[in-house]
Every structure is written in structure tokens, then in C-alpha cells.
């Protein structure tokens, strides 16, 4: 079991997306991460520790090798395609919660930031605790987010921002929205975020993870 889940975040970390797939050249002919992510399922390993054993880690690996110039974006890039392979099998588990919606929640990546692993995660987990997601994607600004508002009155909204550089724009972003729509409440997320910074930002929740986003999200509120 646990072999099977270091293959699987070698897979991932070394970018090896499915068995066809001929990158990276060591790997050839070997199963890839969206094979190993269903194999590791029907030998019955968690789906949420598939994630958090194999996949989130190989992802940090990644991320560390970067930052000391070790792998470049197109290596990244690999990795973070077969991170989407493995969650094809893993979706429908956290999805399947139940039918009956609690309430919308809206969620998009920042404007300038196209990191989309991490918000799809908290956009699967959300659903799958109930809710009805309206995924904006990537690099969404203001003017798209007070659109989807408009549309969805009541909506939670959800911001993620994994650059440093981006998370400025989370803070025009939460600005603008409060200033249309006051009572909206919005969660921010991403991995250079901090509670601090949402306070800072007048965002009303921080969570570091999508369980803690759900958690927020069906907390018991007095009406
Ligand atoms: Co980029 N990248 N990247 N990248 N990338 C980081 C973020 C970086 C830390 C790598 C590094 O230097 N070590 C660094 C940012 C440095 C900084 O700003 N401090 C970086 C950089 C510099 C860049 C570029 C600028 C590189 C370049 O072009 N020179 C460029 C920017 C592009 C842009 O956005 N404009 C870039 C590009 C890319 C790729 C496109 C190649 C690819 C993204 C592909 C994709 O997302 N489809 C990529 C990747 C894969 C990464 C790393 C390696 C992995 C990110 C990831 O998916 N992590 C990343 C390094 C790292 O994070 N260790 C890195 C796994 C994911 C599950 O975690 O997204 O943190 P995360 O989400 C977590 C939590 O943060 C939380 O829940 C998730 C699950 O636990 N969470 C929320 C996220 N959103 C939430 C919202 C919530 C609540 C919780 O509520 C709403």
C-alpha cells in the first residue's frame, strides 16, 4: 500500500501524467499517475489519503525543487497535469455529497494567477459537502466576480491566490466586492495567504485547507 502511494507521488512529482504518455523518458512503458491514482483506489486506500500522502506531497516536491532552480515550468507544468490526471479518479468521492444544496458558492483563482490545483480542490471538497459550486477558473478579476454576485445573491464567495504577487489583486478584489455587496462574505485561501493577511484585507475567513473551507462554510449560523 504504501509502495503504491510512493509511486504514485513519484509519478506526480516527476511529471509522468499516464502510461502513454512518453515524459518523463526513465518512465517509459511504466504506469502513470492517472493508472496508480485507480489502482491505489480499488486496493482500497483512501481517497483523502491518496491526497494527502501522495499527491499534495509530490506537489510540495515540485515546488521545492523550483525554488532551487532544480526543475523549471514546463517541468511544473507536467507535474501539475498529472496531479489532474490522478483527480479524475479521487473527484467523484469528494463529490458525492449530498444532492439537496446547502446554498451557492462562488470560487475563482485571483486575477494574474493561474494556479488552479488547490482552488479545484476546495471547489470538489465544497460541492461534495453539499454545495453548489459556480466555478469562475483562473485569473478572474473584480468585474467577473460582482458579475457572478449579481447573478447568485446570497452567494459565499471563495478567492485563491498562490503568488505573492497576486495576492494584491485578492485584496482590490475583496475591496471592490464589499463595496457593492457589504453583507457578502468571502473566504480567501492559497498558500502564501494568512489569516492576518485576510483580516488585513477585510476578507471574512481564512482557511489553509478545504476541509477548514467546508468546515466554515457549514458551520451553524443563528438566524
Ligand atoms: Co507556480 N509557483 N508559477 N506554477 N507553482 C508556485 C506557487 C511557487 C511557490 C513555486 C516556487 O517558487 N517554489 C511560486 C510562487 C512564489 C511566490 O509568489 N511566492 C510559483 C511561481 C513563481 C510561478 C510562476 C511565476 C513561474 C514562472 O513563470 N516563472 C508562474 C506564474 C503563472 C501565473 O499564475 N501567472 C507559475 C506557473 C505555474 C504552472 C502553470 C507551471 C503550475 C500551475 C498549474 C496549475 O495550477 N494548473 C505551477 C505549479 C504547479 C506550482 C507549484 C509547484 C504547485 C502549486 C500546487 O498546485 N500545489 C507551486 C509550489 C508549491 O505550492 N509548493 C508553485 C498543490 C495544491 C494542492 O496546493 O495550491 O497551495 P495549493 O492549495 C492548497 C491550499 O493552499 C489551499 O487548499 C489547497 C489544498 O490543500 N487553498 C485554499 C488553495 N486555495 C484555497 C482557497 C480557499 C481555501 C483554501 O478558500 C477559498
Redesign the pocket.
Known sequence: MKELLEKLLEAVEFGKVDKKSPYPPQFKDQDGAYELAKLALEEGIRPDEILEDAL?PA??N???K??RKEIY?PQ??M??KA?SAAMIHLKPFFQSGETKRKGKFI?GTVS????????N??AMMIEGGGWEVIDLGVDVGSDKFLKAIDENPGAVI???A????TMENMKMIVTAIKEKHSDSMI??????VTMEYCKKIGADFY????QG?VNFLNRPVAH
Open positions: 499534495v506537489m510540495a515540485v515546488g521545492n523550483f525554488s515550468v511544473m507544468l507535474s501539475a496531479m470560487v494574474g494567477d493561474l494556479h488552479d490545483i488547490g482552488k480542490l476546495v471563495g478567492l485563491s498562490l503568488l505573492t504577487t473566504l480567501v485561501g492559497g498558500a502564501p482557511s489553509p485547507d478545504p473551507a
